[in-house]
């Protein structure tokens, strides 16, 4: 049974930093794709960055936070991680990792099959 657990997530101000860590275990299928989505309060989930660590590891990243965080993966594939600069007010939400054989796009959060339970990142001005 896969199972993803984030840690990393906090308060912080404003341009603040913060590092994601998601640690994978369990997989019995061979990871292709490693990533983060996160959801606000009242709104959906969405997007946020993706690496196909079976592809180059080709990145994929919302317009919004493209500049700001770097996606990246072990090469076990046992870790993700996402590094978080120059932090905003509008990045307040949980924060879920993801695993999956293949990449499904940001905008397909239903294709993704394995989750873990999220991390809170809470911005302030």
């Known amino acids: 049974q896969v199972q993803l657990t984030e840690s990393g997530g906090g308060a912080v101000q404003t341009g603040g930093s913060l590092r994601l860590t998601c640690t994978v275990s369990?997989?019995?299928?061979?990871?292709?794709?490693m990533g983060w989505f996160r959801q606000a309060k009242g709104k959906e989930r969405e997007g946020v960055a993706t690496i196909m660590t079976r592809y180059a590891n080709s990145r994929d990243y919302r317009d919004a936070v493209r500049g700001r965080f770097t996606i990246s993966a072990n090469d076990a594939k046992t870790a993700v991680y996402l590094q978080m600069n120059d932090l905003r007010p509008d990045d307040t939400a949980i924060y879920y990792c993801?695993?999956?054989?293949?990449?499904?796009?940001?905008?397909?959060?239903?294709?993704?099959?394995?989750w873990g339970q999220g991390t809170q990142v809470t911005v302030s001005s």
């Open positions: 369990g997989a019995s299928f061979p990871i292709g794709c």
């Open positions: 993801v695993v999956d054989e293949f990449c499904a796009g940001l905008g397909n959060s239903q294709l993704y099959h394995y």
